[in-house]
Protein backbone atom coordinates (compact mmCIF):
# COMPACT_ATOMS: atom_id res chain seq x y z
CA UNK A 1 0.00 0.00 0.00
CA UNK A 2 3.05 2.23 0.83
CA UNK A 3 4.47 1.82 -2.76
CA UNK A 4 1.36 2.41 -3.96
CA UNK A 5 0.72 5.99 -2.26
CA UNK A 6 4.27 7.06 -2.93
CA UNK A 7 3.49 5.74 -6.95
CA UNK A 8 0.37 7.85 -7.09
CA UNK A 9 2.78 10.80 -5.11
CA UNK A 10 5.33 10.98 -7.63
CA UNK A 11 2.60 10.97 -10.80
CA UNK A 12 0.66 13.65 -9.16
CA UNK A 13 3.54 15.61 -9.07
CA UNK A 14 5.59 14.65 -12.21
CA UNK A 15 5.99 16.37 -15.05
CA UNK A 16 4.07 15.05 -18.34
CA UNK A 17 6.89 15.45 -20.72
CA UNK A 18 9.78 14.32 -18.81
CA UNK A 19 7.92 12.07 -16.17
CA UNK A 20 10.29 13.14 -13.71
CA UNK A 21 9.16 14.94 -10.60
CA UNK A 22 8.74 18.70 -11.55
CA UNK A 23 11.51 21.23 -11.62
CA UNK A 24 10.95 24.59 -11.55
CA UNK A 25 7.23 24.34 -12.02
CA UNK A 26 4.96 26.40 -14.18
CA UNK A 27 1.54 26.19 -14.67
CA UNK A 28 -0.55 27.05 -17.86
CA UNK A 29 -3.91 28.87 -18.69
CA UNK A 30 -5.31 25.60 -19.30
CA UNK A 31 -4.62 24.59 -15.72
CA UNK A 32 -2.02 21.82 -16.54
CA UNK A 33 1.90 21.63 -14.49
CA UNK A 34 4.77 21.37 -16.67
CA UNK A 35 8.85 21.51 -15.60
CA UNK A 36 9.35 25.45 -16.88
CA UNK A 37 12.02 23.99 -19.08
CA UNK A 38 9.90 21.14 -20.57
CA UNK A 39 7.53 23.46 -21.50
CA UNK A 40 9.52 26.03 -22.92
CA UNK A 41 11.31 23.49 -25.07
CA UNK A 42 8.27 22.11 -26.56
CA UNK A 43 6.97 25.67 -27.20
CA UNK A 44 10.26 26.41 -29.21
CA UNK A 45 9.37 23.94 -31.34
CA UNK A 46 5.99 25.04 -32.49
CA UNK A 47 7.66 28.73 -32.78
CA UNK A 48 7.57 28.73 -36.33
CA UNK A 49 3.53 28.07 -36.58
CA UNK A 50 3.02 30.80 -34.24
CA UNK A 51 0.72 29.59 -31.89
CA UNK A 52 1.67 26.98 -28.87
CA UNK A 53 -0.39 24.35 -27.53
CA UNK A 54 -0.66 22.37 -24.27
CA UNK A 55 0.79 19.06 -24.43
CA UNK A 56 -1.84 17.44 -22.90
CA UNK A 57 -5.23 19.48 -23.54
CA UNK A 58 -3.64 20.29 -27.21
CA UNK A 59 -5.54 23.82 -25.97
CA UNK A 60 -3.70 26.60 -27.93
CA UNK A 61 -2.58 30.46 -27.22
CA UNK A 62 -2.08 33.43 -29.00
CA UNK A 63 0.73 34.96 -27.97
CA UNK A 64 3.38 32.63 -26.25
CA UNK A 65 2.22 32.83 -22.85
CA UNK A 66 4.09 34.24 -19.54
CA UNK A 67 5.10 31.64 -17.42
CA UNK A 68 5.33 32.07 -13.87
CA UNK A 69 6.37 29.46 -11.25
CA UNK A 70 4.19 27.69 -9.01
CA UNK A 71 5.16 28.28 -5.80
CA UNK A 72 2.63 25.68 -3.83
CA UNK A 73 3.63 23.04 -6.25
CA UNK A 74 6.92 23.99 -5.87
CA UNK A 75 6.75 23.84 -2.05
CA UNK A 76 5.32 20.24 -2.50
CA UNK A 77 7.84 18.85 -4.56
CA UNK A 78 10.67 20.04 -2.01
CA UNK A 79 8.17 18.24 0.73
CA UNK A 80 8.14 15.30 -1.09
CA UNK A 81 11.89 15.20 -1.49
CA UNK A 82 12.41 15.36 2.17
CA UNK A 83 10.22 12.59 3.48
CA UNK A 84 11.62 10.42 0.72
CA UNK A 85 8.65 9.49 -1.23
CA UNK A 86 10.37 8.99 -4.45
CA UNK A 87 9.64 5.01 -5.15
CA UNK A 88 11.21 3.81 -8.13
CA UNK A 89 9.36 4.19 -12.06
CA UNK A 90 9.09 0.78 -13.80
CA UNK A 91 11.85 -1.05 -12.68
CA UNK A 92 14.38 -2.34 -14.62
CA UNK A 93 12.90 -0.34 -18.11
CA UNK A 94 12.99 3.07 -19.46
CA UNK A 95 8.94 4.70 -19.46
CA UNK A 96 7.42 7.30 -21.31
CA UNK A 97 4.32 8.61 -20.68
CA UNK A 98 1.61 8.85 -23.35
CA UNK A 99 1.72 12.53 -23.40
CA UNK A 100 5.51 12.83 -24.35
CA UNK A 101 5.44 9.70 -26.81
CA UNK A 102 2.22 11.93 -28.58
CA UNK A 103 4.49 15.00 -28.46
CA UNK A 104 7.24 13.22 -30.20
CA UNK A 105 5.71 11.10 -33.10
CA UNK A 106 4.03 14.46 -33.64
CA UNK A 107 6.47 16.86 -34.12
CA UNK A 108 8.10 13.29 -36.24
CA UNK A 109 4.60 13.58 -37.77
CA UNK A 110 4.92 17.48 -39.16
CA UNK A 111 8.25 16.78 -40.43
CA UNK A 112 6.98 14.19 -42.82
CA UNK A 113 4.36 16.13 -43.55
CA UNK A 114 6.34 18.85 -44.58
CA UNK A 115 9.06 16.17 -46.58
CA UNK A 116 5.53 15.00 -48.52
CA UNK A 117 4.35 18.37 -48.82
CA UNK A 118 7.81 19.49 -50.70
CA UNK A 119 7.71 16.62 -52.77
CA UNK A 120 4.32 16.95 -54.13
CA UNK A 121 5.12 20.67 -54.79
CA UNK A 122 8.87 19.60 -56.88
CA UNK A 123 6.25 16.87 -58.55
CA UNK A 124 3.45 19.69 -59.38
CA UNK A 125 6.32 22.19 -60.87
CA UNK A 126 7.71 18.96 -62.81
CA UNK A 127 4.13 18.15 -64.44
CA UNK A 128 4.14 21.68 -65.21
CA UNK A 129 7.04 21.26 -66.86
CA UNK A 130 6.15 18.69 -68.72
CA UNK A 131 3.18 20.47 -69.88
CA UNK A 132 5.09 23.48 -71.34
CA UNK A 133 7.14 20.95 -72.92
CA UNK A 134 4.93 19.06 -74.91
CA UNK A 135 3.37 22.41 -75.70
CA UNK A 136 6.50 23.25 -77.13
CA UNK A 137 7.57 19.80 -78.90
CA UNK A 138 3.77 20.26 -80.75
CA UNK A 139 4.64 23.88 -81.84
CA UNK A 140 8.12 22.49 -83.05
CA UNK A 141 7.06 19.57 -84.75
CA UNK A 142 4.28 21.69 -86.55
CA UNK A 143 6.40 23.84 -87.43
CA UNK A 144 8.62 21.49 -88.52
CA UNK A 145 6.22 19.80 -90.90
CA UNK A 146 5.14 23.30 -92.05
CA UNK A 147 9.09 24.26 -92.99
CA UNK A 148 9.59 21.16 -94.22
CA UNK A 149 6.41 21.09 -96.79
CA UNK A 150 7.38 24.89 -97.94
CA UNK A 151 10.76 23.64 -98.48
CA UNK A 152 10.19 20.43 -100.27
CA UNK A 153 7.37 22.18 -102.34
CA UNK A 154 9.75 24.86 -103.40
CA UNK A 155 11.82 22.03 -104.46
CA UNK A 156 9.32 19.96 -106.34
CA UNK A 157 8.39 23.59 -108.03
CA UNK A 158 11.72 24.10 -108.71
CA UNK A 159 12.15 20.58 -110.63
CA UNK A 160 8.97 21.17 -111.98
CA UNK A 161 10.19 24.58 -113.42
CA UNK A 162 13.58 23.10 -114.85
CA UNK A 163 11.27 20.05 -116.77
CA UNK A 164 9.24 23.21 -118.21
CA UNK A 165 12.54 25.15 -119.39
CA UNK A 166 14.34 21.93 -120.46
CA UNK A 167 10.95 20.33 -121.96
CA UNK A 168 10.69 24.21 -123.64
CA UNK A 169 14.55 24.09 -124.73
CA UNK A 170 14.06 21.13 -126.16
CA UNK A 171 10.88 21.67 -128.22
CA UNK A 172 12.46 25.18 -129.95
CA UNK A 173 15.71 22.85 -130.82
CA UNK A 174 13.53 20.65 -132.18
CA UNK A 175 11.52 23.26 -134.15
CA UNK A 176 14.91 24.90 -135.27
CA UNK A 177 16.25 21.80 -136.56
CA UNK A 178 12.65 20.19 -138.33
CA UNK A 179 12.85 23.70 -139.98
CA UNK A 180 16.46 23.39 -141.48
CA UNK A 181 15.45 19.58 -142.55
CA UNK A 182 12.54 20.32 -144.35
CA UNK A 183 14.30 23.79 -145.64
CA UNK A 184 17.00 20.91 -147.17
CA UNK A 185 14.51 18.53 -147.74
CA UNK A 186 12.29 21.01 -149.95
CA UNK A 187 15.43 22.03 -151.87
CA UNK A 188 16.45 18.74 -152.52
CA UNK A 189 13.11 17.94 -153.84
CA UNK A 190 13.10 21.03 -156.42
CA UNK A 191 16.40 19.83 -157.30
CA UNK A 192 15.05 16.03 -158.27
CA UNK A 193 12.37 17.43 -160.13
CA UNK A 194 14.50 19.29 -162.31
CA UNK A 195 16.78 16.39 -162.43
CA UNK A 196 13.62 15.08 -163.94
CA UNK A 197 13.03 17.52 -166.20
CA UNK A 198 16.01 17.68 -167.80
CA UNK A 199 16.70 14.18 -167.91
CA UNK A 200 13.25 14.01 -170.06
CA UNK A 201 14.78 16.53 -172.35
CA UNK A 202 17.98 14.17 -172.90
CA UNK A 203 15.38 11.42 -173.18
CA UNK A 204 13.87 13.23 -176.07
CA UNK A 205 17.01 14.28 -177.89
CA UNK A 206 18.17 11.09 -177.55
CA UNK A 207 15.05 9.45 -179.21
CA UNK A 208 15.16 11.95 -182.51
CA UNK A 209 16.00 10.39 -185.35
CA UNK A 210 17.20 12.78 -187.69
CA UNK A 211 20.84 12.83 -186.68
CA UNK A 212 21.30 16.36 -188.36
CA UNK A 213 18.31 17.45 -185.96
CA UNK A 214 20.64 15.72 -183.06
CA UNK A 215 23.53 17.36 -183.40
CA UNK A 216 22.03 20.85 -184.09
CA UNK A 217 20.45 20.68 -180.42
CA UNK A 218 23.01 18.62 -178.27
CA UNK A 219 25.35 21.66 -178.20
CA UNK A 220 22.47 23.40 -176.84
CA UNK A 221 22.03 21.70 -174.10
CA UNK A 222 22.70 23.55 -170.76
CA UNK A 223 25.74 22.31 -168.02
CA UNK A 224 24.68 19.89 -165.47
CA UNK A 225 24.41 22.24 -162.44
CA UNK A 226 26.47 21.49 -158.91
CA UNK A 227 24.15 19.27 -156.50
CA UNK A 228 22.53 21.65 -153.50
CA UNK A 229 23.07 18.80 -151.07
CA UNK A 230 26.43 17.32 -149.61
CA UNK A 231 27.11 13.29 -149.86
CA UNK A 232 28.22 13.97 -146.39
CA UNK A 233 24.76 13.77 -145.26
CA UNK A 234 24.58 11.31 -142.49
CA UNK A 235 21.34 10.56 -140.42
CA UNK A 236 21.52 9.14 -136.68
CA UNK A 237 17.92 7.89 -135.97
CA UNK A 238 17.20 8.51 -132.40
CA UNK A 239 20.29 9.54 -131.08
CA UNK A 240 19.75 13.78 -131.92
CA UNK A 241 18.20 14.21 -128.31
CA UNK A 242 20.06 11.32 -126.40
CA UNK A 243 22.90 13.72 -124.84
CA UNK A 244 19.76 15.51 -122.86
CA UNK A 245 18.73 12.65 -121.62
CA UNK A 246 21.96 11.22 -120.44
CA UNK A 247 22.32 14.93 -118.85
CA UNK A 248 19.06 14.46 -117.72
CA UNK A 249 19.76 11.17 -116.24
CA UNK A 250 23.27 12.53 -114.46
CA UNK A 251 21.17 15.15 -112.73
CA UNK A 252 18.89 12.36 -111.31
CA UNK A 253 21.56 10.77 -110.19
CA UNK A 254 23.47 13.03 -108.32
CA UNK A 255 19.90 14.52 -106.76
CA UNK A 256 19.59 10.78 -105.43
CA UNK A 257 22.82 10.62 -103.88
CA UNK A 258 21.93 14.36 -102.32
CA UNK A 259 18.25 12.98 -101.22
CA UNK A 260 19.45 9.62 -99.75
CA UNK A 261 22.50 11.22 -97.68
CA UNK A 262 20.83 13.85 -96.66
CA UNK A 263 17.49 12.22 -95.81
CA UNK A 264 19.33 9.91 -93.67
CA UNK A 265 20.60 12.56 -91.94
CA UNK A 266 17.33 14.49 -91.44
CA UNK A 267 15.84 11.41 -90.24
CA UNK A 268 18.47 10.58 -87.70
CA UNK A 269 18.06 13.90 -86.27
CA UNK A 270 14.09 13.33 -86.09
CA UNK A 271 14.89 9.89 -84.44
CA UNK A 272 16.92 11.61 -82.06
CA UNK A 273 14.67 14.08 -80.79
CA UNK A 274 14.59 13.71 -77.09
CA UNK A 275 12.30 15.88 -74.62
CA UNK A 276 12.92 14.14 -71.20
CA UNK A 277 15.30 15.01 -68.93
CA UNK A 278 18.97 13.95 -69.61
CA UNK A 279 20.42 10.89 -68.68
CA UNK A 280 23.64 11.25 -66.92
CA UNK A 281 26.88 11.05 -68.31
CA UNK A 282 28.95 7.70 -68.67
CA UNK A 283 31.48 7.49 -65.65
CA UNK A 284 33.24 3.75 -65.69
CA UNK A 285 34.70 2.83 -69.19
CA UNK A 286 32.46 0.02 -69.09
CA UNK A 287 29.77 2.96 -69.14
CA UNK A 288 30.94 4.92 -72.15
CA UNK A 289 32.05 1.39 -73.91
CA UNK A 290 28.21 0.98 -74.02
CA UNK A 291 28.07 3.79 -76.74
CA UNK A 292 30.85 2.77 -78.77
CA UNK A 293 30.54 3.88 -82.24
CA UNK A 294 32.08 2.22 -85.01
CA UNK A 295 34.06 5.07 -87.62
CA UNK A 296 35.78 4.44 -90.77
CA UNK A 297 37.60 7.19 -92.23
CA UNK A 298 36.65 8.43 -96.32
CA UNK A 299 39.01 8.54 -98.65
CA UNK A 300 37.75 11.09 -100.51
CA UNK A 301 38.32 13.42 -97.73
CA UNK A 302 41.90 12.65 -96.85
CA UNK A 303 44.92 14.61 -98.10
CA UNK A 304 47.21 13.46 -100.80
CA UNK A 305 49.67 12.84 -97.93
CA UNK A 306 47.72 10.70 -95.69
CA UNK A 307 47.85 7.14 -96.32
CA UNK A 308 44.82 4.97 -94.91
CA UNK A 309 44.95 1.56 -94.37
CA UNK A 310 43.43 -1.35 -91.82
CA UNK A 311 40.60 -0.95 -93.41
CA UNK A 312 40.13 2.74 -93.58
CA UNK A 313 40.73 3.07 -89.60
CA UNK A 314 44.83 3.98 -89.58
CA UNK A 315 45.74 7.14 -90.90
CA UNK A 316 49.56 8.04 -91.76
CA UNK A 317 51.22 11.38 -92.65
CA UNK A 318 53.85 10.33 -95.29
CA UNK A 319 56.73 12.48 -97.28
CA UNK A 320 55.46 11.99 -100.83
CA UNK A 321 51.40 12.49 -102.28
CA UNK A 322 49.40 9.59 -102.50
CA UNK A 323 47.68 8.38 -105.47
CA UNK A 324 44.51 9.30 -105.30
CA UNK A 325 41.78 11.23 -107.48
CA UNK A 326 40.39 14.63 -107.59
CA UNK A 327 37.59 14.60 -105.35
CA UNK A 328 35.60 17.85 -104.22
CA UNK A 329 35.61 17.17 -100.69
CA UNK A 330 39.21 16.24 -100.28
CA UNK A 331 41.41 18.70 -97.92
CA UNK A 332 43.92 20.19 -100.02
CA UNK A 333 45.57 22.56 -97.59
CA UNK A 334 45.94 20.54 -94.22
CA UNK A 335 46.85 17.65 -93.49
CA UNK A 336 43.23 16.09 -92.74
CA UNK A 337 40.41 13.60 -93.18
CA UNK A 338 37.19 13.02 -92.00
CA UNK A 339 34.72 10.09 -91.28
CA UNK A 340 32.21 8.49 -93.29
CA UNK A 341 29.66 7.96 -90.61
CA UNK A 342 27.85 11.39 -89.89
CA UNK A 343 27.23 11.57 -85.74
CA UNK A 344 23.98 12.58 -84.45
CA UNK A 345 23.54 10.38 -80.67
CA UNK A 346 24.95 10.03 -78.09
CA UNK A 347 28.66 7.81 -78.74
CA UNK A 348 31.97 7.24 -78.04
CA UNK A 349 35.22 5.98 -79.52
CA UNK A 350 39.11 5.67 -79.35
CA UNK A 351 41.91 6.61 -81.02
CA UNK A 352 45.61 5.10 -80.70
CA UNK A 353 47.90 7.32 -81.53
CA UNK A 354 51.64 7.74 -81.97
CA UNK A 355 53.20 11.21 -82.24
CA UNK A 356 56.35 12.17 -84.39
CA UNK A 357 59.10 13.08 -81.70
CA UNK A 358 62.20 13.79 -83.28
CA UNK A 359 60.35 16.14 -86.01
CA UNK A 360 57.64 17.41 -83.45
CA UNK A 361 55.20 15.94 -84.69
CA UNK A 362 51.35 15.93 -83.57
CA UNK A 363 47.47 14.35 -83.56
CA UNK A 364 44.39 16.40 -83.78
CA UNK A 365 41.29 14.62 -82.48
CA UNK A 366 38.57 16.73 -83.64
CA UNK A 367 35.01 16.88 -84.84
CA UNK A 368 33.65 19.30 -87.22
CA UNK A 369 30.33 19.95 -89.19
CA UNK A 370 30.49 18.53 -93.40
CA UNK A 371 30.09 21.90 -94.51
CA UNK A 372 33.71 23.11 -93.53
CA UNK A 373 36.20 24.30 -96.10
CA UNK A 374 38.87 22.28 -97.43
CA UNK A 375 40.46 23.64 -100.74
CA UNK A 376 42.87 26.29 -99.29
CA UNK A 377 45.19 26.30 -96.11
CA UNK A 378 43.44 28.79 -94.23
CA UNK A 379 41.76 28.83 -91.20
CA UNK A 380 38.41 28.00 -92.09
CA UNK A 381 39.73 24.48 -93.03
CA UNK A 382 41.91 23.77 -90.24
CA UNK A 383 40.44 21.84 -87.30
CA UNK A 384 39.36 24.07 -84.17
CA UNK A 385 40.52 27.55 -85.99
CA UNK A 386 36.77 27.83 -86.75
CA UNK A 387 33.14 27.80 -85.27
CA UNK A 388 32.36 24.72 -87.54
CA UNK A 389 35.06 22.61 -85.44
CA UNK A 390 36.44 21.14 -82.24
CA UNK A 391 39.60 19.70 -81.64
CA UNK A 392 42.03 17.97 -79.06
CA UNK A 393 45.61 18.54 -80.61
CA UNK A 394 47.99 16.02 -78.82
CA UNK A 395 51.71 16.08 -78.37
CA UNK A 396 54.89 14.51 -77.01
CA UNK A 397 54.50 15.82 -73.56
CA UNK A 398 51.10 17.95 -73.39
CA UNK A 399 47.30 18.53 -74.56
CA UNK A 400 46.18 21.76 -76.14
CA UNK A 401 42.46 22.31 -77.23
CA UNK A 402 41.20 24.43 -79.82
CA UNK A 403 37.93 26.33 -80.68
CA UNK A 404 37.48 29.30 -83.29
CA UNK A 405 40.87 29.87 -83.44
CA UNK A 406 40.84 30.45 -79.19
CA UNK A 407 43.94 27.68 -77.65
CA UNK A 408 43.09 26.28 -74.16
CA UNK A 409 45.89 24.76 -72.37
CA UNK A 410 44.58 20.96 -70.90
CA UNK A 411 46.15 19.17 -67.94
CA UNK A 412 46.90 15.83 -67.72
CA UNK A 413 49.29 12.89 -68.14
CA UNK A 414 49.59 12.15 -71.67
CA UNK A 415 48.72 9.02 -73.11
CA UNK A 416 49.15 7.45 -75.66
CA UNK A 417 44.88 6.44 -76.16
CA UNK A 418 42.40 9.06 -76.28
CA UNK A 419 38.45 8.56 -75.94
CA UNK A 420 36.20 11.27 -77.24
CA UNK A 421 32.29 11.06 -75.88
CA UNK A 422 29.65 13.04 -77.46
CA UNK A 423 26.29 13.49 -76.98
CA UNK A 424 25.11 15.62 -79.70
CA UNK A 425 21.60 16.12 -78.12
CA UNK A 426 22.74 17.44 -75.00
CA UNK A 427 25.73 19.23 -76.53
CA UNK A 428 28.24 17.44 -74.85
CA UNK A 429 31.34 17.04 -75.84
CA UNK A 430 34.58 14.91 -73.73
CA UNK A 431 38.04 14.07 -74.06
CA UNK A 432 39.57 11.37 -72.06
CA UNK A 433 43.17 10.39 -71.29
CA UNK A 434 42.31 6.17 -71.40
CA UNK A 435 44.72 4.20 -69.65
CA UNK A 436 44.03 2.12 -66.68
CA UNK A 437 41.60 4.89 -66.04
CA UNK A 438 40.36 7.36 -67.66
CA UNK A 439 41.08 11.22 -66.70
CA UNK A 440 39.10 13.93 -67.98
CA UNK A 441 41.28 16.17 -70.23
CA UNK A 442 38.53 18.61 -71.29
CA UNK A 443 35.01 19.28 -71.57
CA UNK A 444 32.75 21.51 -73.75
CA UNK A 445 28.66 22.36 -73.91
CA UNK A 446 27.58 24.11 -76.42
CA UNK A 447 24.70 23.75 -79.04
CA UNK A 448 25.29 21.78 -82.21
CA UNK A 449 22.98 22.88 -85.17
CA UNK A 450 24.57 20.02 -87.76
CA UNK A 451 25.44 16.58 -87.62
CA UNK A 452 29.13 16.14 -86.75
CA UNK A 453 31.77 14.10 -88.38
CA UNK A 454 34.49 12.43 -86.68
CA UNK A 455 37.73 14.28 -88.18
CA UNK A 456 42.04 14.08 -87.80
CA UNK A 457 44.70 15.99 -88.22
CA UNK A 458 48.48 14.31 -88.42
CA UNK A 459 51.58 15.41 -89.18
CA UNK A 460 55.54 15.00 -89.24
CA UNK A 461 55.43 11.17 -89.47
CA UNK A 462 52.85 11.19 -86.99
CA UNK A 463 50.14 8.19 -87.13
CA UNK A 464 45.88 7.83 -85.67
CA UNK A 465 44.24 4.76 -85.61
CA UNK A 466 40.58 4.12 -84.55
CA UNK A 467 40.16 1.20 -82.15
CA UNK A 468 37.96 -1.25 -82.54
CA UNK A 469 36.21 -1.71 -79.39
CA UNK A 470 34.63 -4.76 -79.11
CA UNK A 471 37.91 -6.59 -79.05
CA UNK A 472 40.59 -4.08 -77.96
CA UNK A 473 38.75 -3.21 -74.51
CA UNK A 474 41.60 -2.13 -71.77
CA UNK A 475 40.86 -3.73 -68.62
Known amino acids: MAQQANQLDRQRFSCPICLELLKDPVTTGCGHSYCKSCINSHWDEEEERGSYSCPQCRQTFKPRPVLVKS ?78 EKIFTELIHLLEKRSSDVKQQIRSQQDTEVSRVRELQEKLEQEITELKRKDHELQQLSDTEDHNQFLHDYPSLPPLSESTHSSSIRIRPLRNFEDVTAAVTQVRGRLLDILNETGTEVLQIVSQVDVLLQQPEPET ?191
Open 71 to 148: TMLADLVEELKKTGLQAAEHKDHDTVSAVAERTKRQTELGLRRQTIQHRVKDTENDVKLLQQEEEALNCSADKAVKDS
Open 285 to 475: RADFLKYSQEIRLDPNTAHRRLLLSEGNRKVSHMREDQSSSDHPDRFTGWYQVLSRESLTRRCYWEMELEVGVRVKGGVGVAVTYKNISRAVKSRECEFGSNDKSWSLYCYENRYEFYYNSIMTPVSGTVSSRVGVYLDHSAGVLSFYSVSDTMTLLHRVQTTFTQPLYAGVRVYNRSTAKLCQLSCQCIN
